[in-house]
């Protein structure tokens, strides 16, 4: 699974983590998420999240 990262502040959605604190479970593709989902450090949405080429 791609992990993606915020071009706002650089905060990296890592789907085998998820976001705990987010209600997001560990292993939730970045696709899966629900459209209302914000970076949890700085706030924006999903659209300022880019994928990372590994």
């Avoid at 998820?18 to 696709?31: L, N, R, S, V």
Wanted: proline share 13%; with cysteine.
């Amino acid at each position: 699974m791609k992990k993606y990262k915020c071009t706002v502040c650089g905060w990296i959605y890592d789907p085998e983590v998820g976001d705990p604190d987010g209600g997001i479970q560990p292993g939730t593709p970045f696709e899966d998420l629900p459209d209302d989902w914000v970076c949890p450090l700085c706030g924006v949405g999903k659209d300022e999240m880019e994928p990372i080429e590994e």
